[in-house]
């Protein structure tokens, strides 16, 4: 599986940005994605999943009621929409791929970063 994220930029505080994740290689349906971030001088950190079939999503605690995670499976993409950012949110933001039969977290794919910053 092939992922090629986009649609990061530069946001003020509050405003709101959607990440996509083109996907290519495999069959999308039987992926589940996640999103990371990566501040610098942090480690990286996980920033939600969403199941193959886009029925469940998990959230870290510092985005959850902020972010959604949705996909589409046609289009072979998956969305990070970003709602009331802030300065914290300021990272390389990287999609990540799993196959349906592997736990959270164990992801096998990944794609190059795109960076998003918040200016305060």
């Known amino acids: 599986v092939q992922l090629q994220a986009s649609g990061g930029g530069l946001v003020q505080a509050g405003g709101s940005l959607r990440l996509s994740c083109a996907a290519s290689g495999r069959a999308f349906s039987s992926y589940a994605m996640g999103w990371f971030r990566q501040a610098p001088g942090k480690e990286r950190e996980f920033v939600g999943d969403?199941?193959?079939?886009?029925?469940?999503?998990y959230y870290a605690d510092s985005v959850k009621g902020r972010f959604t995670i949705s996909r589409d499976n046609a289009k072979s993409t998956v969305y990070l929409q970003m709602n009331t950012l802030k300065p914290e949110d300021t990272a390389v933001y990287y999609c990540a791929a799993r196959h349906r039969s592997r736990r959270l977290y164990e992801y096998n794919y990944w794609g190059q970063g795109t960076q998003v910053t918040v200016s305060s």
């Open positions: 969403i199941n193959s079939s886009g029925s469940i999503t």
